[in-house]
């Protein structure tokens, strides 16, 4: 089977995680990516560092970073700089989230990109857009993805504050934001040959996401309100825990056919005659009174004995997976949800695979995250430059060498 980025070169000078994550894919689908860091690593890589200990090797970093080779550059150096510019030359693709700021002044922009690779696919991530009143603001997934799109004040019960969204969850929805628009990019390239200019943030990728809830704000202008576990508009897309503190999602937006259906699993007959609940405007003004009962039901049995039931009756529904259940899934493991990759220091090392497959077409995770600096050498003598130019590069700290 063939790679679908076979050939194609990625240049990575980007932190954190949502370009890099998208990079990560690039490589599992064949692509070669250079990850550019400051001397030390990026800021992701010396957290991690700055809390576990330099030798600790996290997941989270060789998930967002694996399969790419690492070269470290100083680009407040002007030498620096100009060895960005020589990789930059054979690059197909150059992905950045530094803000529009320090690329000016790091000569990083897409005009210098493309004055030095006219045809490469130039792809720059934000919180909030490179240009206009936000685009110096500081931004994480957490702030741009979750707070300023919208989601933060929709998520969540009624009666509760608002969620903290968990760790990365809004850059990894936006990396394959990023993804998708690269490859388009790269489509367009193959037809015009010329290069193009990509750009995509957390807060747009956050409002894509929301579009349900956003487009009906765009059309009523009003806050939509959050749902309430304990007065749902509708019982059966609610979710009740069970005797032995789990819990089970049932989602079953329609009332015909499903409401009929689990009122005989649940032997009720008479709720599925009573005409108050037979339509989902009976349901949401009367089905909230129901909710006391259903929750005593729910609590009477296991979540092993609920399971029978409503697959039994052809219900939707599942339970609220905890994460150690979903790792161990064996329907994922089939399906090659989770790859190992062998790190020098850390041995086998299970992260997750790209969430997509390629019939007949070579996509997998191809290797651990570099470490800071690991292939300087070895990338720049491949580019072309002298040995002894990296290595004098490298004594003078424009360049960095682990």
Same mark, same amino acid.
């Given at each position: 089977?063939? *790679?679908? +980025?076979? @050939?194609?070169? #990625?240049?990575?000078?980007? %932190?954190?995680?949502? !370009?890099?994550?998208?990079? &990560? ?97 130039? *792809?720059? +991530?934000? @919180?909030?857009? #490179?240009?206009?009143?936000? %685009?110096?603001?500081? !931004?994480?997934?957490?702030? &741009? ?118 009122? &005989? ?138």
């Amino acid at each position: 089977m063939s *790679a679908p +980025l076979e @050939g194609i070169r #990625v240049l990575e000078v980007a %932190s954190w995680l949502a !370009a890099p994550s998208c990079a &990560a894919l690039m490589a599992d689908m064949g692509a070669s990516v250079i990850k550019v860091e400051p001397p030390g690593g990026d800021t992701y890589r010396r957290m991690y560092a700055a809390m576990l200990g330099e030798d600790f090797v996290h997941p989270s970093y060789q998930f967002d970073n694996r399969g790419k080779r690492g070269v470290c550059i100083n680009l407040e150096d002007p030498e620096g700089v100009e060895m960005v510019h020589e990789l930059a030359r054979s690059a197909d693709v150059f992905i950045t989230n530094l803000t529009w700021k320090r690329l000016e002044r790091y000569q990083l922009t897409d005009k210098d990109v493309h004055a030095i690779s006219p045809a490469a696919i130039y *792809a720059v +991530l934000s @919180g909030y857009g #490179v240009k206009g009143p936000d %685009s110096d603001r500081q !931004a994480f997934d957490q702030t &741009a993805f979750w707070a300023r799109s919208g989601a933060m004040s929709v998520f969540g019960d009624r009666d509760d504050g608002p969620l903290i969204s968990r760790g990365g969850y809004g850059d990894r929805t936006t990396a394959l934001n990023l993804l998708a628009a690269i490859l388009a990019a790269m489509r367009l390239k193959d037809r015009t040959g010329e290069g193009q200019y990509v750009e995509v943030t957390l807060q747009r990728t956050g409002i894509w996401a929301l579009a349900s809830d956003v487009t009906t704000t765009l059309y009523e202008r009003t806050q939509p309100i959050k749902t309430s576990r304990v007065a749902p508009p509708n019982p059966i897309w609610n979710y009740y825990k069970t005797s032995d503190a789990r819990w089970l999602a049932m989602v079953m937006p329609m009332a015909t056919p499903y409401w009929p259906k689990f009122c &005989a699993m649940i032997e009720r007959p008479e709720w599925a005659a009573d005409e108050r609940y037979l339509s989902l405007l009976g349901l949401a003004e009367h089905g909230p009174a129901l909710i006391p009962e259903l929750n005593a039901l729910f609590a009477s049995a296991p979540l092993d004995v609920w399971r029978e039931k409503l697959d039994a009756a052809g219900l939707i529904w599942e339970p609220v997976a905890e994460l150690p259940e979903v790792v161990e899934d064996p329907a994922l493991r089939e399906r090659g949800a989770f790859s190992t990759i062998i790190h020098p220091r850390a041995g086998a090392m299970e992260i997750v695979s790209a969430p997509f497959a390629i019939r007949n077409a070579d996509v997998e995770v191809r290797g651990p995250a570099p470490d800071a600096g690991q292939h300087t050498r070895e990338v720049f003598v491949e580019a072309g430059i002298a040995a002894e130019r990296v290595d004098a590069l490298i004594a003078r700290g424009a360049l960095a060498q682990r």
